[in-house]
């Protein structure tokens, strides 16, 4: 499975995983995603790119309900995981949260062990039945996470004790480790340098085989790199949304065109 | 090893919607885990209530006093026997003289007013009246030498088992062993009530007044040693804010970064967490021990909490100073100034609201602190005079309000348990308006940079 | 009142010295402009006025009262000393004596000159005292008289030579000062370094405080193991002191009662504290924590004297009901370790809870967003990542608490009782170490005997006990921030 082949999945054939429809985002009065929809498909990785500022983040945290853990944020419009939708009163964000997994920009180990990191999501969901479950759960992901040879060795040492690149392989790890259908990203590789970069770009390619990726980066050569397709937000609009080829050849909105020539941004 | 685990074809147990048992359980745990938090806060809220209900409703009754007024005849033949109504001569009846003319007053009050009573002699209505009433009524006779023959109302206090009566304190149950008073002096009591010569009011000389001894609940008040805690807080007030902020100034703006800055530190944390009465033993062997102050004076209270108080305000007056941005300081060095003349002129008036308010809160946790006072000597029992001066308030012993509410706390007659619940409303109150000036302080300056 | 005088003689050189100086530089501004602010000339004399003499004046008033003793002292000799007393109660006469012949010449009873010639083989001195309204225990010697006197004339002598020394010290200091005022003369930087030299004094205040604890502990701790064991303080499980003598003063029974009282305090304190934080921190909307987090606070502003005062009348009472004599029969009396240690437990949850929200708080967000976005529920965020992280800090408050716990005096004083037992009940009366301090320390104390110089052992081992938590606990949530920062 490790030398399967980039980009071999035919997108158009991908169906929708997630569906957002004229989803606005306040803080308090600022008003930081408008009216944005957008189709996000199955198995396959979708970058959202931008200025700074511009409300990445702030949707991709819509995607998995991370912004009810922001007191003075309010999200209207309709977010739907597999034509559920996710912002319905009865549905649980923790259940969610464990569909819908999720890398931050910052690696953000848990002060325990690298093994205890791992096995926090499977053992909150209950996902192995016994020790050697979780033992093997626990070295599947780190092993997805391309981090296992370098950590197989200290399991027990703390997760915070790795250098940054590690760390947010570590986090990567976890992530997975719960099988979550979707995972989302939040430029996951600007705190790593360049082969731990090319390491998760790669990584991110294997999990589009069976999850759903949305990747925020502020790297043009990334998107283009992993993506099939991409998202262009800016001050807080979806300018334009399409095939990532398209986007970086042909781009249709002007703003687009700037923001990737580097004039904006 | 194969990817089973991993494929992501593998259909999810559930949707969103339902949730499965082990979500169910999960949801419920959480619940009660906020739960115990908010239990945990209910606690405290309920503490909270339970303690303020209780110091109110046990010390409202403290402000109201149960009075009697009295006619007494200020027999001539009794006070003033040579006719000269002299002054000198007047202050050598002592107040056994006046105690049955103030009897005799109440009998005669009683029989006017028709009431009947089993008691044949003005004596044996003494249970109903302050023992400080004679003091009262000599004091307005010396004062007043020409009123010497006229029959003069007096406002008197009642015994304090009276007002225990009224307050519902004390019953007929309760007083079965009590020599002091017997079922009958009720009856009197219930009787003048309804006549209207006996009744409750509010007392201002428990706000006022000094202490009074163990058999004297009733005229017993927080006055002198309210006087001595406010002689104490000048003293704090005038020695801790210049020192505070004088070492504030220091350790933020000028301490090179030595051993010794080091040293002053760990000197200011530690003494922040060291126990109140150890300040109280420092107190005594320093200042009195060793210096030789007076005992039980403000003076030496008021050195005492100084140094309590010192660490409280150098951490927030640090902190003030800390919150003046370095920009102001920059720009007043950049026009010239000499760092002295920076700190001076514009750091120091920015950071005053929290040095001000810092000093209050060190103030008020100055004011209500007792256990030092005790090693100090400055206990309850030694207030009963009003300070003649400044400088005697200053040296000569007094109390303080919560060693006043202490001492009433340790008397055995109950009647003293409410004064303690009154005095604590007056202490609080005082600590109220302190904290209420620091919070409108600190509203009206908040700066944000 | 000479010191008063004194003070106010100096105050005026000073401000003297200021306006001198501030017309001198402007008189003499012809001679081009000078190198500070008129008035930095002005504080210059005046510092110079005020500083030396004050430091001398507050030098000799505490320093002539031990060498007049030392004198007095060497004058009397051993004959003067009768048996069965000491030197030390013969010169507290003296003293008195002094006191008494000081009272009565201000009151003018005696003149200045009778004082110093009163002699007692022709007055009775101490009727004559009375008088003046200073009461003598006993007769007066000829010896004590005559030390009484001679420490009258040596005080006089030493107030006038004071006196003396600080006015010409304000005087050369006014001198000094205003010679130095020239144009070229850098007033300002004189004065800076002044301003910063008292700035350091003022901060070295902490450390004298600190040395000031130190001395008066050891010190009288010392005197108290020399005329009673260490070995019986530290080994013996009784505590019975009386006045007469015969006294057992072990420490154990004394720890036992402040520790158990404290761990009743922190079962109470600390569950209910942390969960107050966690909810608060966690999960209440800033509209709750706006005015939940105010009145919780507002235990901790109320004066221990309060909570002592609840103890002895609200909650003693009410346990007494339940598990007195008419209730389950375990408790004698209001006053026990239940009822001082709940109440203190009360006292401590704002503090637990206000440390314990810090430390909370400091966890930084990206660990909770990170348990969040696996899917984890807040609660188990908060058990297995929250607390985990925030454990040291959180021992660290813990200590702190008990500390203070250990530390607290009125609670005890009121609401433990004074019976000083070894018993494992937690509605016996017991008693702790700052309760008697209170008690060995307060009334007519003899400061001599080892009654009432134990407090100071006491008080060294609660120094030394709040100390070491504190030092350690400290050192603790220091560690925690660092990690964090
Ligand atoms: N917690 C918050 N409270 C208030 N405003 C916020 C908050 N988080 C984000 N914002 C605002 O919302 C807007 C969008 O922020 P967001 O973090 O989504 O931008 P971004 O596109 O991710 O930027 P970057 O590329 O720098 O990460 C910004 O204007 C930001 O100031
Ligand atoms: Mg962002």
């Known amino acids: 499975m490790y030398d399967a082949p980039l980009r071999k999945t035919d997108v158009e054939a991908q169906t929708t995983k997630i569906a957002a429809r004229d989803v606005q985002v306040y803080y308090g009065d600022t008003h930081a995603i408008k009216d944005v929809s957008v189709d996000l498909l199955d198995k396959t990785v979708t970058s959202f790119i931008g200025p700074s500022g511009c409300g990445k983040s702030t949707f991709l945290r ?112 976890r992530a997975v480790a719960t099988e979550p259908e979707v995972l989302l990203m939040d430029e996951p590789c600007s705190a790593l340098d360049p082969i731990a970069t090319a390491q998760v770009e790669e990584l991110i390619d ?42 970086f050849t042909n781009p249709t909105d002007p703003r687009t065109e700037s923001y990737i020539t580097g004039r904006i941004g | 090893m194969t990817d089973a685990t991993f494929s992501g074809d593998a259909p999810k147990a559930s949707g969103l919607l339902e949730a499965d048992a082990r979500t169910r359980r999960r949801n419920a745990s959480e619940r009660r885990f906020r739960m115990y938090g908010l239990a945990a806060i209910g606690a405290g809220m309920f503490f909270l209530v339970v303690l303020l209900t209780a110091i109110v409703s046990n010390g409202i009754g403290a402000f109201q006093q149960t009075f009697i007024e009295v006619p007494v005849y200020l027999d001539p033949a009794k006070l003033d026997k040579n006719g000269g109504r002299d002054p000198a001569q007047l202050a050598k009846v002592s107040t056994f003289g006046y105690t049955p003319l103030i009897q005799t007053g109440l009998y005669q009050q009683v029989r006017d007013a028709g009431i009947e009573t089993g008691y044949e002699d003005a004596r044996d209505m003494k249970a109903l009246i302050s023992a400080s009433a004679a003091a009262q009524v000599r004091d307005f ?133 060291v126990p109140s009465i150890v300040f109280g033993i420092l107190g005594l062997a320093v200042f009195i021990q060793f210096i030789h102050l007076p005992q039980s004076a403000p003076i030496v209270g008021g050195l005492t909490l100084t140094l309590m108080t010192l660490p409280t305000i150098v951490i927030s007056t640090r902190a003030a100073l800390k919150a003046v941005p370095p920009s102001i300081r920059d720009a007043a060095l950049g026009v010239g100034a000499s760092k002295m003349q920076s700190v001076f002129h514009h750091v120091l008036p920015l950071a005053m609201p929290g040095i001000l308010t810092g000093t209050i809160i060190g103030l008020a946790q100055a004011l209500g602190e007792t256990a030092p006072l005790l090693l100090i000597g400055m206990v309850g029992y030694i ?22 509410i202490y001492e009433w706390a340790k008397r055995a007659d109950p009647a003293y348990y409410e004064r303690a619940w009154g005095g604590i409303i007056v202490l609080l109150v005082f600590l109220l308006i302190m904290n209420v000036i620091a919070v409108i302080l600190r509203r009206k300056f908040e700066r944000r940079w | ?64 009262p031990f060498v007049v003793n030392g004198a007095v002292t060497a004058r009397l000799g051993d004959n003067a000393v009768p048996d069965g007393s000491t030197i030390g109660l013969v010169m507290s006469d003296v003293r008195r004596v002094a006191e008494g012949l000081d009272a009565a010449v201000s009151q003018g009873l005696m003149g200045a000159d009778q004082a110093s010639d009163l002699r007692t083989e022709f007055t009775n001195v101490r009727d004559r005292l009375a008088e003046a309204g200073v009461a003598l225990g006993s007769n007066v010697t000829p010896q004590v008289l005559g030390a009484a006197q001679t420490w009258r004339a040596l005080n006089a002598n030493g107030m006038l030579l004071m006196s003396v020394a600080v006015t010409a010290l304000a005087l050369a200091g006014l001198v000094w000062g205003y010679v130095q005022t020239t144009p070229d003369f850098r007033a300002r930087n004189t004065v800076e370094n002044a301003l910063r030299i008292m700035l350091l004094a003022a901060a070295s205040l902490a450390i004298l405080t600190t040395i000031g604890i130190v001395f008066s502990l050891i010190g009288n701790t010392i005197k108290f193991f020399s005329l009673y064991p260490a070995s019986e ?79 002895l009348l609200t909650v003693g009472p009410l346990l007494l009901s339940v598990f007195g004599r008419d209730g389950l029969g375990w408790m004698q009396a209001g006053t026990a370790v239940m009822t001082a240690g709940l109440v203190m437990g009360i006292m401590l949850i704002p503090f637990v809870s206000s440390l314990s929200d810090d430390i909370i708080n400091a966890v930084p967000q990206s660990l909770r967003d990170g348990s969040y976005g696996l899917g984890a529920t807040k609660s188990e965020t908060i058990k297995q990542v929250i607390l985990p992280a925030a454990l ?42 700052t309760a008697k301090i209170v008690s060995q320390l307060t009334g007519d104390a003899d400061f001599a005997s080892p009654e009432a110089l134990v407090a100071f052992a006491l008080g060294m081992t609660l120094f030394v006990m709040t100390l070491g938590l504190n030092v350690f606990a400290l050192y603790i949530v220091r560690k925690y921030r660092e990690q964090y920062e």
């Open chain 1, 62 to 173: 819509c995607l998995n309900r991370m912004n009810d853990t922001i007191d003075i944020c309010r999200v209207e419009g309709l977010i739907s995981l597999d034509g559920q939708d996710i912002y319905e009163k009865r549905v649980d964000p923790v259940q969610l949260r464990a569909k819908v997994g999720m890398v931050f920009q910052k690696p953000n180990p848990f002060p325990k062990s690298i093994y205890d990191n791992v096995a926090y999501g499977p053992k909150i969901h209950g996902m192995a039945r016994n020790k050697a479950e979780l033992d093997e759960i626990v070295e599947k992901a780190l092993r997805r996470g391309a981090i296992w040879d370098e950590v197989k060795d200290r399991l027990d040492a703390p997760g915070t004790g790795l250098s940054g690149g590690q760390q947010q392989r570590l986090c990567i790890a």
């Open chain 1, 206 to 247: 294997e999990l589009r085989e069976q999850y759903s990726v949305v990747i925020v980066t502020h790297s043009m050569q990334q998107a283009a790199r992993v993506s099939q397709k991409t998202a262009f937000f800016h001050l807080g609009n979806l300018v334009e949304y399409g095939e990532t080829s398209q986007i």
């Open chain 2, 141 to 273: 006779a010396i004062a007043n030498p020409d009123r010497i023959g006229d029959t003069v109302t007096f406002r008197i206090l009642a015994s304090s088992r009276v007002d225990g009566y009224l307050k519902g304190r004390v019953s007929r149950d309760s007083i079965a062993q009590d020599k002091n008073i017997d079922a009958g002096h009720l009856e009197l009591v219930d009787a003048l009530r309804e006549d209207g010569a006996l009744r409750k009011r509010f007392n201002w000389d428990f706000i006022l007044g000094a202490d009074a001894s163990e058999s004297r609940a009733e005229q017993a008040g927080l006055g002198v040693s309210m006087l001595g805690s406010l002689f104490m807080m000048l003293v704090v007030l005038f020695l801790a804010l210049p020192i505070g902020v004088a070492t504030s100034i220091y350790l933020e703006e000028f301490a090179p970064t030595n051993w010794m800055t080091d040293f002053i530190e760990v000197n200011i944390s530690n003494l922040a967490a």
């Open chain 2, 383 to 404: 207030a009963t005079n009003y300070p003649d001066g400044v400088i005697s308030g200053f040296l000569s012993p007094n109390s303080a309000m919560p060693a006043q």
């Open chain 3, 1 to 64: 009142m000479p010191v008063t005088w004194l003070v106010f003689i100096v105050l005026a050189l000073a401000l003297a010295g200021f306006v001198a100086g501030r017309v001198r530089i402007d008189s003499a501004a012809g001679a081009g402009r000078p190198h500070s602010l008129p008035n930095y000339y002005g504080w210059n004399i005046a510092i110079k006025v005020m500083v030396p003499a004050f430091l001398v004046l507050i030098c000799w008033l505490i320093v002539q």
């Open chain 3, 233 to 311: 303080f530290f080994g013996s499980f009784t505590w019975s002191p009386s006045f007469g003598g015969g006294s057992e003063l072990g420490i154990w029974p004394l720890l036992w009662g402040t520790l158990y009282i404290s761990v009743i305090a922190l079962t109470v304190a600390v569950p209910i504290g942390l969960f107050a934080a966690v909810y608060l921190s966690e999960y209440a909307g800033p509209r709750m924590r706006a005015w939940a987090k105010p009145m919780l606070e507002v235990l901790a502003g109320i004066p221990t004297i309060v909570y002592g005062l609840f103890a």
């Open chain 3, 392 to 433: 040291p800090g959180i021992v660290g408050a813990i200590l702190l608490a008990a500390s203070r716990a250990i530390g607290e005096t009125m609670i005890v004083v009121l609401g433990a009782g004074a019976a000083a037992r070894l018993s494992l009940n937690p509605f016996d009366a017991m008693t702790t170490v």
